[in-house]
């Protein structure tokens, strides 16, 4: 069958946030971890400016797959880097290259938008994905640690 990859349109919104729903549960995250909502989305996508961009995976008339991605400013190369908040592939499509064609639709995307690099997470147990981003010529980075204001410490920290 073949695959076709496209930008998403704010029809797409529904199958999105089933994606991520799965991908929440395939993370092992609690059933009420997706708090985003249609509307949310179609805010952060399709909204004036536009916070983040998406593309979907379709293959034999059917939604496989999709990427969605936001831009990171880099001060010190005054440079960005694409970087790919989820990505995700139906569980029963895995395994026929769609998730190496969105990788590679990415990253023909960053470099016509002059970006760095490519970036994403993954849960250092999810070994499946890890030899799957290692057979793509990830290279895994070290020397930072995540961090996040969330919550009552940004409210507390924004007052």
Not at 9 to 17: E, G, K, Q
Not at 52 to 67: D, L, N
């Amino acid at each position: 069958m073949s695959l076709r990859l496209r930008d998403a349109v704010p029809a797409d919104v529904p199958a999105m946030l089933g994606f991520a729903r799965a991908l929440a549960t395939h993370e092992g995250r609690p059933d009420d971890a997706v708090t985003a909502s249609e509307a949310d989305l179609h805010a952060m996508l399709f909204g004036a400016p536009p916070r983040a961009w998406a593309m979907m995976a379709e293959q034999g008339g059917r939604t496989v797959g999709y990427a969605i991605w936001s831009y990171r400013f880099i001060m010190y190369r005054a440079a960005v880097t694409l970087y790919a908040s989820n990505i995700f592939v139906a569980p029963d499509a895995r395994g026929g290259g769609i998730g190496r064609a969105i990788f590679a639709a990415l990253a023909r995307r960053a470099r016509e938008e002059g970006c760095l690099s490519v970036e994403w997470g993954v849960k250092e147990d999810n070994l499946s994905a890890l030899g799957f981003y290692d057979a793509l010529g990830a290279e895994r980075m070290t020397g930072s640690v995540r961090m996040a204001l969330k919550g009552e410490a940004l409210d507390r920290l924004a007052a």
